[in-house]
């Protein structure tokens, strides 16, 4: 094996067979790979990393993270990532749909009410502690041994162990505090009601106010709840997810400045232009530049 870096790319296969749950060591892949380079890439699956004893950096949605022993990284459908590891390293890779979940009896807002798996957030990874590793250590051996076994309720088996391995991780995510229990559990849903809201809408609605209007809320109240939970304003956080879709866009379609523009809601194409080198320092076509290499 060339002794350089390994960049992965994952496809949802296992012994070249379309899978909806696979789960594989850094090793494997290491292998597989044989050190050849690939570029940024995103997948339409949720994706698990634990790097047991690997380190280099992981980027994700352009910002770089890096990778250090027992750092374990969630990154979800459609973003943006890259994977840089130092040779040989060790670990899991954890790779499944929102079906798998479906048929394995995991309801549908299981991951929406974890705090493990941001859409558009910064997505840094979880650092686990000696104590923590000896349980998901468990879950994941069961995994991996469920999974290649010939057993006929095998993926049964591993939906259980993802639950119970995806639950422990996500026991210890800190929390940010609000003033006290009633607060916390409105501040919660409004939280993620409003990340839902905007990720069905932030093409289209680019104001506080229309989240507000459909949260019944006033505009300034959710402006404070955004504020406390995630140290960022409503105005922020919508801005960054549409810049976020405009670099994705310009790295992953062959669209135009005007076109991506356009795909999100900007009707005036100078307009656009000003509003993503405000928020970036940079125009989309340097952009562009920047991340091609």
């Known amino acids: 094996m060339p002794a350089m870096d390994t960049i992965y790319s994952l496809d949802l296969s296992y012994n070249c067979v379309p899978m909806s749950f696979v789960i594989k060591t850094m090793e494997e892949i290491d292998r597989q790979l044989g050190g050849i380079a690939d570029t940024p890439h995103r997948h339409n699956y949720y994706t698990v990393i634990w790097s047991y004893t690997a380190t280099g950096k992981h980027i994700i949605d352009f910002n770089e993270y890096p990778i ?4 374990v990284f969630f990154v979800s459908p459609e973003q943006v990532h ?7 390293p060790t670990g899991y890779v954890i790779l499944f749909t929102p079906e798998f979940l479906e048929k394995n009896s995991i309801r549908e807002d299981f991951i929406a009410n974890l705090k493990l798996f941001q859409k558009s957030d910064e997505t840094p990874p979880l650092p686990l502690t000696q104590t923590m590793i000896g349980p998901l250590k468990i879950f994941a051996d ?8 010939e057993n006929d309720l095998r993926f049964e088996t591993v939906g259980a162990y993802l639950k119970l391995f995806l639950i422990e991780c996500n026991g210890h995510c800190s929390i940010s505090g609000l003033a006290n229990i009633q607060s916390i559990d409105a501040g919660k ?14 093409t289209t609605w680019h104001q506080v106010k229309d989240y507000a209007g459909a949260l019944f809320v006033s505009p300034n109240y959710l402006n404070e709840v955004i504020k406390s939970a995630m140290h960022t304003s409503a105005k922020d956080y919508i801005q960054n997810r549409i810049i976020l879709e405009a670099k994705r866009m310009a790295v992953f379609t062959g669209k135009s400045s005007k076109e991506i523009g356009f795909d999100l809601g900007f009707e005036d194409p100078s307009h656009f232009s000003k509003f993503f080198k405000a928020n970036t320092r940079q125009s989309l076509q340097q952009f562009k530049q920047t991340a091609s290499k």
């Not at 994977?83 to 040989?88: A, G, Q």
């Not at 069961?142 to 076994?149: E, G, L, V, W, Y």
């Not at 409004?190 to 809408?201: A, C, D, L, P």
């Open 68 to 71: 250090r022993p027992n750092d």
């Open 82 to 88: 890259q994977v840089i590891t130092d040779p040989s």
């Open 142 to 149: 069961q995994m991996m041994s469920a999974f290649r076994s």
């Open 189 to 202: 849903t409004i939280v993620k009601n409003f990340k839902t809201i905007v990720e069905k809408h932030f």
